[in-house]
């Protein structure tokens, strides 16, 4: 089965074809970094005006680098949730042009399901159908949740962050630092740099029992990084870094921070049920740092690590043709009435 897959959560346009979920055919994706970077993080509104001007485009390349043509498009899939309500809108009017046009059944997936897909997309890695129970940590700009995963296709959160989501928590640090957007690779490059990981010691976020903010979840696998960040920008403020090496000192402190915070929590999840496999997804999972510390946590736990290729850590569309294949078709009555839905969590129905 071969489907083509588009993705416009936050600010990438994408689109990619995937054949039976595992083999991928096309990849597309135009970044809209260059966009938003003068002001230092994603601006729904510049980013929804930008997925109209090149999805058409986007779409036509996947499909033409492909090698399937038009007619080769047994489904179509998007992305319905989470993300910014105007671009999700953007991908799911796309989607369903594309999919009436061809008279193809329509898929709507969700964005933190489709990352916890990515381990899997590649003809050589193990059948997902068969790695249960799993459990899924997905870290990018947008999330940082714990995803229990009982079976393939059954998502429950039992952990996650009560406000910012670790990549933008990078993101901001990089801004009070001054090293540039997107702040994730920046704080995970010139951490390398430093002689020392302990320079500064920084809060591990954790939350306190009862706070109504956990929404019933157990305190001890969920996380905080609004006082991290605000402990960095007093640090700033006050010892301003006089140079490179001691900014380096810093970013590496508090990406030991959020490393720690999330490997364990990590391992406190593993320790409470046995689980087949860590699975691993999003774009802060290609942090250097917190690929060593998962590779030590899942290695403790007697459990094996999987991780994405690079290429789809990031949002990609490959990611959501690979898992529609995993799941059922909307019928063609209700595809229609599929909508955006930006608060869209882990194993809810995307058509609400």
């Not at 346009?13 to 995937?18: E, G, L, N, S």
């Amino acid at each position: 089965m071969t489907i083509l897959g588009i993705e416009t959560s936050c600010d990438e346009t994408a689109a990619a074809v995937v054949r039976d979920g595992r083999e991928t055919l096309s990849n597309v994706v135009f970044s809209q970094i260059p966009l938003h970077r003068p002001w230092g993080g994603v601006v729904p509104e510049i980013a929804g005006r930008s997925h109209v001007e090149k999805i058409g485009g986007v779409i036509e390349e996947a499909v033409r680098a492909s090698g399937a043509g038009w007619g080769g498009i047994d489904a179509v899939a998007v992305t319905c949730g989470p993300g910014l309500a105007a671009s999700l809108l953007v991908g799911v009017s796309a989607a369903k042009g594309v999919a009436l046009a061809l008279d193809r059944p329509l898929y709507g997936i969700n964005h933190v399901e489709a990352h916890l897909h990515t381990p899997f997309l590649s003809p050589g890695a193990p059948d997902p159908a068969a790695c249960g129970p799993m459990l899924g940590l997905a870290v990018s700009g947008g999330h940082t949740a714990l995803v229990d995963m009982p079976r393939y296709g059954e998502y429950r959160v039992i952990g996650q962050t009560l406000d910012d989501a670790c990549g933008e928590a990078f993101d901001k640090a990089a801004k009070l630092l001054g090293l540039g957007y997107p702040g994730g690779p920046e704080i995970d490059r010139i951490s390398r740099e430093a002689a020392r990981r302990d320079a500064v010691r920084f809060p591990l976020g954790v939350p306190r029992p009862g706070t109504s903010a956990l929404g019933g979840l157990d305190a001890s696998l969920c996380v905080s990084f609004s006082g991290l960040k605000t402990s960095l920008l007093y640090k700033v403020r006050a010892e301003p870094p006089r140079d490179r090496a001691e900014t380096a000192e810093i970013a590496a402190s508090y990406q030991e921070a959020v490393v720690r915070a999330i490997a364990g929590r990590t391992a406190r999840a593993l320790e409470r049920r046995r689980y087949s496999a860590l699975v691993a997804g999003g774009g802060v999972s290609l942090n250097s740092r917190l690929r060593a510390r998962l590779a030590e946590v899942a290695s403790a736990a007697g459990v094996p690590l999987l991780l994405a290729k690079p290429e789809y850590c990031g949002d990609n569309a490959a990611m959501i043709a690979g898992l529609a294949f995993m799941r059922h078709s909307v019928p063609p009555s209700a595809s229609l009435a599929m909508d955006a839905m930006p608060s869209l969590r882990p194993g809810e129905n995307p058509l609400g």
